[in-house]
């Protein structure tokens, strides 16, 4: 089984996330990364990736289109996809040595500082998920909480 990605437009109602991914549950197949945004005509576009087979792939876009709110169901290659993941990083309450550490490891990681407050560092990481993930662990003495976007891909074509 490799990645698969569905870009998912659909109508911006209540309730299509969740009868999208019951078209998942079904079949038993677990959602790696799911990310929505709003389209500038207003429709949603729902990011999806997971694992599954050609077979498999084929027979979850052709059940997907059937669903009402959804308009078109694109399968993306992710070799020729942008991908991006971002995580926001917040730091457990750190002494002076420690903040500047952790600011040198994430500006190492073309991290962004957002804020340090009373001791308490909130970073920003994007770019590849094994580089996001790689920084997440290197960094993870210091953590107290991280919140991560899950992958967003966009066709090259």
């Given at each position: 089984?490799?990645?698969?990605?569905?870009?998912?437009?659909?109508?911006?109602?209540?309730?299509?996330?969740?009868?999208?991914?019951?078209?998942?549950?079904?079949?038993?197949?677990?959602?790696?990364?799911?990310?929505?945004?709003?389209?500038?005509?207003?429709l949603?576009?729902?990011?999806?990736?997971?694992?599954?087979?050609?077979?498999?792939?084929?027979?979850?876009?052709?059940?997907?289109?059937?669903?009402?709110?959804?308009?078109?169901?694109?399968?993306?290659?992710?070799?020729?996809?942008?991908?991006?993941?971002?995580?926001?990083?917040?730091?457990?309450?750190?002494?002076?040595?420690?903040?500047?550490?952790?600011?040198?490891?994430?500006?190492?990681?073309?991290?962004?500082?957002?804020?340090?407050?009373?001791?308490?560092?909130?970073?920003?990481?994007?770019?590849?998920h094994?580089?996001?993930?790689?920084?997440?662990?290197?960094l993870?003495?210091?953590?107290?909480?991280?919140?991560?976007?899950?992958?967003?891909?966009?066709?090259?074509?």
């Amino acid at each position: 089984m490799t990645t698969r990605i569905f870009s998912i437009l659909c109508e911006n109602v209540p309730g299509v996330m969740m009868r999208v991914s019951r078209c998942f549950t079904r079949r038993q197949i677990n959602i790696d990364s799911i990310t929505v945004g709003i389209e500038p005509s207003g429709l949603a576009r729902m990011i999806l990736s997971f694992q599954a087979d050609d077979r498999t792939t084929e027979y979850l876009r052709k059940v997907l289109e059937r669903l009402i709110p959804v308009i078109s169901v694109e399968v993306i290659d992710p070799a020729r996809a942008a991908v991006r993941e971002v995580a926001l990083l917040k730091s457990r309450r750190l002494d002076d040595r420690e903040t500047m550490e952790f600011v040198q490891k994430v500006e190492e990681r073309s991290g962004r500082m957002l804020e340090i407050k009373e001791g308490v560092a909130i970073a920003e990481l994007s770019g590849e998920h094994s580089k996001v993930e790689e920084a997440v662990k290197e960094l993870s003495p210091y953590l107290k909480e991280v919140a991560r976007s899950g992958q967003v891909y966009l066709s090259r074509e």
